[in-house]
């Protein structure tokens, strides 16, 4: 979800006040961060001189990114990817105790990659019991999802093939595009099927190879976009793609990440919830947003597993997963297997809903959405929800140069959006200072003193209706 500005001034005042002093705010740090240095560098190595020089750049603009963590203030949790509170989950951390139980004698790093030492049976098994839960072939686990894009978009693609991707694809697909021997790229607009279409057809007419059968087209999309929070039209598109080649040689690569644990039966994700598995050639699910562990898992059948194994260098020349790591996915995937986070999931559904439905029937709403000051992303099938709702500030606002400076180098120059994610528990409590368990009914709309909702009898988490 995407938050308008004054509800991010009003996050940043609430920092601002529980701060012991100015110095220790984000603005301060912030601004201290974008003064140039390289002038005061004269007598300094070239070497680093050089790189201040380019920092310097950046800085200029406003957008030399500074970090901070979370520990220095006490706010509400609206940034994290720990949507359902796993993280936080005592059964989580007490599944993971068990599986390393399970193992007294497990080693701390896998001590060489896939092609030496790293392989194991653990690690097998737990892929093929991700691939069972996915509905896929066969799945293969690498230490990141970016990695995971990396590797899919500079093997897959053969010499003479076409990718075509949604203009608002991850960062990750780019890099590994950079590397892909498919020479053809085309983007389409976001989400737009018609705009998918006129990309195809200029693929077929172009691309003799192509257009006769001999060569495939890949169309990379995103389940749940990162910045914007809208949901890919998958059905829509996938029709798309087999009317304008019906021969089947268009295959779809989609990056889950987003999805995974929020959207579809037990959280197995977007092509999940639309039964749409024998559809899409290659699934990425990653585990470090909702699922509170690391790493990411690709789902595909052993054609595409075999071809990262033997061609994706970064994957070859990486040291395989680590049992902690893989105990922790493990752990994980036990809960979604056996619907205990099922109603975290409905319950973040729920909040995004009544969300929604609150800004929408606020007087403002009309007006706010006309200036384009704020758009909240819409799904017309209700069980699949966005998490996130895109809103940019306003240029002339004094805070405007400090929230922008965090997200230049990740999107264009004002396009940025100020990121917020509902959480079925956000830091102890909701952004009003409620409690999770203390929210309104969302069937009724009103509040209640304790677990229970107004005076329908039923709890908030039981009011998926």
Same mark, same amino acid.
């Given at each position: ?29 912030? =601004? ?53 509170? *796993? ?42 019991? *991700?691939?069972? %839960? ?7 686990? &690498? ?19 076409? +990718? ?16 892909? *021997? ?37 169309? =990379? &999309?995103?389940? &749940? ?56 050639? +290659? ?14 898992? +690709? ?55 009544? %969300? ?7 007087? +403002? ?42 997200? *230049? ?57």
């Amino acid at each position: 979800m995407c938050f308008p500005l004054p509800v991010y001034i009003v996050f940043l005042h609430q920092y601002l006040r529980r701060t012991h002093t100015m110095s220790d705010s984000f603005i301060v740090e912030w =601004a201290r961060a974008q003064q140039p240095k390289a002038p005061s560098m004269k007598n300094a190595s070239v070497f680093y001189r050089n790189l201040e020089e380019e920092l310097d750049v950046r800085r200029a603009q406003h957008g030399c990114i500074m970090l901070h963590t979370k520990e220095q203030t006490s706010m509400v949790d609206f940034s994290s990817t720990d949507i359902l509170g *796993l993280s936080t989950s005592g059964s989580v951390r007490k599944g993971y105790l068990d599986e390393l139980a399970k193992h007294p004698d497990f080693k701390l790093s896998s001590h060489g990659s896939r092609l030496t030492d790293g392989n194991s049976k653990y690690l097998e098994d737990v892929e093929r019991e *991700l691939a069972a %839960f996915h509905g896929a072939e066969a799945g293969l686990i &690498v230490n990141t999802g970016s990695l995971g894009n990396a590797a899919i978009f500079s093997v897959i693609p053969r010499p003479g093939d076409a +990718i075509v991707y949604d203009e608002l694809i991850h960062a990750s697909v780019h890099d590994g595009m950079k590397d892909s *021997l498919a020479l053809y790229r085309k983007a389409f607009r976001h989400n737009d099927s018609e705009s998918l279409y006129d990309a195809l057809v200029a693929v077929q007419e172009s691309q003799p190879q192509i257009r006769n059968g001999t060569r495939s087209v890949l169309v =990379a &999309v995103e389940s &749940v976009y990162s910045m914007d929070g809208d949901i890919c039209p998958l059905q829509e598109l996938i029709e798309t793609a087999k009317e304008v080649f019906p021969e089947g040689n268009v295959q779809f690569v989609i990056d889950e990440a987003h999805s995974t644990g929020v959207i579809g039966p037990n959280g197995a994700g977007l092509v999940s919830a639309l039964g749409l598995e024998s559809e899409v050639a +290659i699934r990425l699910h990653t585990f470090g947003k909702a699922l509170a562990a690391t790493g990411a898992v +690709i789902l595909c059948n052993e054609t595409v597993r075999t071809m990262l194994i033997n061609y994706a260098r970064s994957i070859m020349f990486s040291v395989a997963p680590s049992f902690p790591m893989l105990a922790s996915i493990r752990a994980t995937y036990q809960l979604l297997r056996s619907g205990e986070t099922q109603g975290a999931q409905n319950r973040v559904h729920e909040i995004v809903k009544f %969300f929604l439905e609150t800004m929408t029937s606020d007087p +403002i709403w009309s007006k706010a959405s006309d200036t384009g000051l704020l758009r909240l992303p819409t799904y017309e099938d209700a069980d699949v929800q966005p998490r996130r709702c895109p809103a940019s500030p306003h240029p002339d606002h004094p805070a405007a140069d400090a929230y922008q400076a965090q997200l *230049l180098p990740c999107v264009p120059p004002a396009t940025g959006r100020f990121l917020g994610l509902p959480h079925l528990v956000s830091g102890g409590a909701q952004g009003d200072g409620t409690r999770a368990d203390h929210l309104p009914c969302v069937k009724h709309g009103r509040g209640s003193e304790g677990p229970g909702c107004c005076n329908c009898g039923m709890g908030p988490r039981d009011a998926g209706d």
